[in-house]
């Protein structure tokens, strides 16, 4: 088919032939996006939409953005790919400027997120066996209730979500669930065999839900103790989504390792990679561990990019700026069609009342006003507007938000 031809097209026509073709493991919103920039979507009928989703964090810098196309442009022009067979000369640069950007020694770059937390899976075991001492075969880590870590068998099998879980047994061993911020629990799971604590510094998939204060803080003291290493997983909440570089810095929380992707890539390649000192990624030897676009030249290039932005803090300043504006209008609409809401720099949960609607039908309401955004757990939304917004589109779209919780 000629491009012209399927220029013609109607969004409803070319929905309709993507659900008729394509396994339903989604149900999007029943919109066709042909062109994006900023925080602007444009389907193929013309019609304009701000994005307050980027992608669950993957668009932090917004479609298009002029600095990483550059630098992707570029890339594409020289080298895209050798695999890790060999060096190319992105990738010096990019990992020692990663490791730089988390305090750390060592960079493993992977593609997605769940590669990266599966990877980082594999590390802490290793570790556990090498250095702690760990039983061989018997390495458990320990995870938290409503968790969301990405969707292979090994991390569904200790996500308590049904949808996620529900019909992919059997499950890998090796992992023990407490409640999501209880840190005497935390404590109560440690034994001999620990190796690890994995958890997300604030769920974003579980509708963007903030552990109690000083939780992170005491987590961080109790793995020091008991010689347990805190990977956490910053997927969409690091690189400068909550006003800090990473949630963790939030209570000035170093972990032992960072599991990184979506906003790393740029919302231009999947990009993801693990960061630690020697003493835990050191474990790992040729043979052990790798992947064939992990790390790759574009990937590089382009993560490069993202990381000298996230080094001036310019993003991370404009996130709490910019959050303020949601907290505040977000606030204002408890009450008023909004149970509660949750807000970290700019990224938000909101509880729709369900004398409203689910959380589907105000983002189709939403849709049919210009604005996307996206439930969880039926009855959530999230808002994770890029972090290049104007002020201007920012309140606006929170003002079609407004007119649809209170009926307007």
Not at 82 to 93: G, K, L, N
Not at 176 to 189: F, I, Q, R
Not at 216 to 234: I, P, S, Y
Request: charged content about 20%.
């Amino acid at each position: 088919m000629t491009a012209s031809a399927t220029e013609t097209r109607s969004s409803s026509e070319m929905f309709q032939r993507s659900e008729a073709r394509t396994a339903h493991n989604y149900k999007p919103l029943p919109v066709v996006v042909a062109h994006a920039e900023g925080a602007w979507m444009t389907d193929v009928e013309g019609k304009r939409y701000l994005d307050l989703l980027a992608g669950y964090s993957a668009l932090n810098f917004g479609h298009g953005h002029p600095d990483l196309l550059a630098a992707a442009h570029e890339q594409l022009d020289k080298l895209t790919l050798t695999s890790r067979a060999f060096v190319h000369d992105q990738f010096a640069d990019f990992c020692a400027e990663l490791g730089d950007l988390c305090g750390k020694e060592l960079v493993l770059p992977m593609n997605t997120g769940a590669e990266a937390v599966e990877t980082a899976i594999k590390v802490m075991r290793k570790w556990g066996y090498e250095v702690k001492g760990v039983t061989p075969g018997q390495a458990k880590i320990i995870v938290a209730s409503g968790n969301f870590h990405g969707r292979t068998t090994t991390i569904v099998g200790f996500s308590d979500d049904p949808d996620a879980r529900d019909g992919f047994g059997p499950f890998a061993p090796g992992f023990e669930m407490v409640p999501y911020g209880d840190l005497a629990a935390v404590e109560a799971a440690i034994d001999e065999n620990t190796v690890g604590v994995l958890m997300e510094p604030i769920q974003g998939e579980g509708g963007v839900v903030l552990p109690p204060d000083g939780f992170l803080r005491g987590l961080r003291e109790l793995c020091t103790r008991t010689d347990v290493l805190m990977a956490m997983d910053e997927i969409q909440a690091g690189l400068g989504r909550t006003g800090k570089t990473f949630a963790s810095d939030h209570e000035d929380v170093v972990p032992d390792l960072y599991v990184l992707g979506k906003a790393l890539g740029g919302g231009i390649v999947p990009v993801s990679a693990v960061v630690a000192d020697k003493d835990v990624l050191g474990v790992l030897r040729p043979g052990q561990h790798g992947s064939t676009f992990g790390g790759n030249p574009l990937a590089c290039a382009v993560g490069l990019a993202v990381v000298r932005m996230l080094a001036t803090g310019e993003h991370q300043a404009r996130a709490t700026e910019l959050g303020e504006i949601l907290r505040e209008r977000l606030e204002a609409l408890v009450g008023h069609g909004v149970l509660a809401v949750r807000v970290r720099g700019l990224w938000a949960g909101v509880d729709i009342d369900p004398a409203v609607g689910t959380g589907r039908e105000v983002c189709e309401a939403l849709m049919a006003r210009g604005v996307l955004a996206k439930d969880t757990h039926g009855s959530t939304i999230r808002l994770a507007p890029p972090l290049v917004i104007e002020a201007d589109d920012l309140v606006w779209g929170l003002d079609q938000l407004a007119e649809v919780v209170r009926g307007g």
